[in-house]
């Protein structure tokens, strides 16, 4: 048994931003590994995106199979740390552009 592709998303999000803070280390994984799951099952379970039938499902899944839950996890955390890590990548000259057009101090505007 498996999470839909739906439920799945929607897991991966709320995960992403646990994870964020860096709580997707080794010894959480080793954790969930030997069946830990309850920190992540109670940060979906409050995100009330669930019904209680789907949660007890999703529940069964990651204890039944734990290397579901920790992908899903990682998969959200790379997709983050990918955002972050990209956003340092921006354009200097899109930067010039908008402080042109507000007129900020320093900028290339005249008049």
């Not at 994984?29 to 669930?50: Q, V």
């Not at 790379?78 to 507000?102: F, K, M, T, Y």
Request: glycine share 8%; charged share 25%; with cysteine.
């Amino acid at each position: 048994m498996t999470v839909t592709s739906g439920t799945r998303e929607l897991v991966r999000a709320i995960l992403a931003y646990e994870c964020a803070d860096g709580l997707a280390d080794r010894q959480s994984i080793e954790a969930i590994r030997n069946g830990d799951i309850e920190y992540w099952m109670s940060a979906i379970e409050s995100s009330a995106l669930f019904a209680p039938g789907e949660l007890r499902r999703m529940r069964f899944v990651f204890e039944s199979d734990p290397e579901q839950l920790i992908a899903v996890m990682l998969e959200g955390a790379d997709e983050l740390r990918e955002r972050r890590s990209g956003s340092h990548l921006r354009n200097p000259q899109w930067v010039s552009e908008i402080a042109s057009r507000s007129h900020s101090p320093g900028s290339r505007a005249t008049g």
